[in-house]
């Protein structure tokens, strides 16, 4: 089973690490394009970052996405492929997510807390200090590059109602502050998929990796 995950912002491909797979899968993590160490193009675009991840998406059996990485997904997704989707939106929420790279808005979300707030406040208590630890420091600018793909996160139109094509599978916490069950129930109705609630924050494959494992290998 070849299967592609995807991560979001801010964590990194390390957010797979903790999974339970066995044997007969590879699993490929890459770090997705504007969110390393390596630095963020000032012209970041959704589009482009996609394009780049294609051929990793080409002979996939299974694409995961989690956050940005979601949406990335559903952008490489073929008719009949098997998505599945954690703590992520396809819609108008992101129209949010642009509105906190605003001048006044963006001095609270990125340049006071560089994502720091977004990772503590959005996990279970015993996880914050192990996402912290794992994902807070991202390089040189982050602050900054984290608004410029903030800025840029318009995604295509109508990507719930093409993964009705898919096999698509939603694993979600059911603490999640950040995408919470309203969001979950609205991509289950528009995407046709299945919906497990998983007991934990909006890292569920870092929070409760045995049982995210468990429902990824699940056929039902």
Known sequence: MRALALHGLPTSERLWERLELPGDWQLQAPPVPGLSADGTPSDW???????????????????????????????????????????????????????????????????RHGGRHFLSQGASAPHRESLLEAFADHGEGWPDRMRTIAKAMQPPKGLAQRLQACDVQLIWGQQDPWYPRLVAQSLRRSTGGTLHWLPCGHFAPWECPEDFSRRLLATD
């Open 45 to 111: 675009r959704l589009s482009q970052c996609a394009s780049q991840l294609q051929h990793h998406a080409q002979d996939a059996d299974v694409l995961i996405g989690h956050d940005l990485g979601g949406v990335l997904c559903a952008m490489l997704a073929k008719p009949g492929q098997r998505v599945v989707l954690s703590g992520t939106a396809l819609g108008l929420y992101w129209w949010a997510i642009r509105a906190t790279a605003l001048p006044g808005l963006q001095r609270w979300f990125y340049q």
